[in-house]
């Protein structure tokens, strides 16, 4: 018989049992009713799980160089390598995830959700943002290549906050539930600290926080230091993300504003095993960042857990939280940064990241236990989303 995971007190059930009936859980315990007609699937020696969140994912990169890929590739193309990483996502074990941009690929995300949510296609429920917001010449544009060729930004340009509402509007008409905004970049190591410059002041985010929540969305920025993730925790962003650079000021700020930070250290990790090249240049910033991190948890900011999957294979991205306890955090607080903070920062407390009656059943299960050891979750073998069987253990197939 499975054991239960409750994410929020830690308690582990044994047995235990949940009863599915429609898209949502409405028994779980020891014991649930075992109703005429129902079906039993008995998962054996595994813990349940809510179904994982990733808040960062990009459904439309895949390994290779990413700026080139951007590039080369149509946007039909991309599309259909996006539908196969949704599904490769979620038969790991996510069944929800934040996009956060589609790095040049237009509003191609909102065919992608739509198709999902219809049951069309396989995927994680999805919170998307369209294409991310930048400025000329940011951290996401096409800058070294001839500026003759007009080799245009993966990201929608826009230069002052009028520019960030009317982008915002744009991407929302066309089908965007948040907004993805970079706000750091380019970035180099300086005596052993990070240097990054800011891309937006606080007043022009706090332009895009409130343009956004016109129409019941948030935003999100890739910040990867200062000042530019004060200036974020100063508009009130839902997440910072990257987040490796936090001065003690926004570390107070996020505190009473209840920001979670994504620290994404799966990326970071994946391009040190890139080539070494890349490590040589990556693992200054690795090493700042796992030392800035230890001071994160040790001042008690909110997480949310997200990968940066794309530029790594989808569907591998469980790492995550293997790195954030690897780095600092006890498995059951990477856990409930993981479903608690992310089902919130996904716009959907009181839905899933919990194995709760009124829940969405959306669950997993994993092998042996995963509070005492993480990368359980790296070995996903059942996946239900909505009440529906996405994946079986092969013994039950
Ligand atoms: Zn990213």
């Known amino acids: 018989m499975p054991r239960l995971l409750e994410v929020e007190s830690g308690r582990v059930l044994a047995p235990g049992e949940i009863l599915v009936e429609g898209d949502r859980i409405s028994a779980v315990g020891p014991s649930v009713p075992h109703q005429a007609g129902a ?73 992608v959700r739509d198709a999902i949510n219809k049951g069309l296609i396989p995927g994680p429920r999805l919170r998307i943002s369209g294409n991310a917001i930048d400025i000329l010449g940011g951290h996401e544009d096409a800058n ?48 052993g600290a ?14 895009a926080v409130e343009e956004a929540a016109r129409f019941g969305g948030v935003v999100a920025v890739h910040a990867m230091g200062e000042p530019g993730t004060l200036y974020a925790a100063q508009a009130g962003v839902a997440s910072i993300d990257h987040a490796t650079q936090l001065s003690d000021e926004t570390m107070r700020i996020m505190k009473s504003k209840n920001i979670p930070a994504v620290p994404t250290f799966a990326i970071f990790e994946y391009f040190m095993h890139e080539s070494a090249a890349r490590a040589a240049r990556e693992g200054p910033f690795l090493e700042y960042k796992i030392k800035e991190f230890k001071r994160q948890v040790a001042a008690g900011i909110p997480f949310a857990v997200g990968s940066d999957v794309g530029p790594f294979p989808h569907g591998t991205q469980a790492r995550e939280l293997e790195l954030m306890v690897k780095y600092g955090m ?27 009656p009124g829940f969405y059943a959306d669950i997993v299960a994993v092998p042996g236990s995963p509070l005492e050891d993480i990368t359980a979750v790296e070995h996903v073998s059942f996946v239900m989303k909505g009440g529906i069987i996405e994946r079986m253990p092969q013994a039950l197939r």
Do not use: C
Not at 157 to 174: G, P, T
């Open 39 to 111: 079906q039993i699937i008995d998962l054996g020696d595994t813990t349940l799980l809510p179904g994982l969140i990733d808040a960062h994912v990009h459904l439309f990169l895949h390994p290779g160089a990413e700026d080139l890929q951007t590039v080369e590739e149509s946007v039909p193309q991309r599309t259909v390598l996006a539908i196969l990483a949704a599904r490769d996502d979620l038969m790991a074990g996510f069944t929800a995830e934040r996009d956060m941009g589609t790095e040049g690929a237009g509003s191609a995300d909102t065919a």
């Open 330 to 356: 006890k498995p059951l607080a990477v856990l409930q940064a993981d479903m608690l903070n992310g089902a919130r920062l996904l716009g959907w407390s009181g839905q899933i990241g919990q194995l709760k």
């Open 144 to 191: 070294r290549f001839n500026p003759e060729q007009h080799v245009l930004s993966n990201a929608t340009y826009a230069n002052s906050a009028d520019e960030i509402v009317a982008a915002i509007r744009q991407q929302h008409k066309e089908g965007s539930d948040f907004v993805k905004i970079y706000e750091t970049g380019p970035d180099v190591m300086q005596g």
């Open 194 to 207: 990070l240097r990054t410059p800011y891309q937006y002041t606080a007043a022009q985010l706090s332009a």
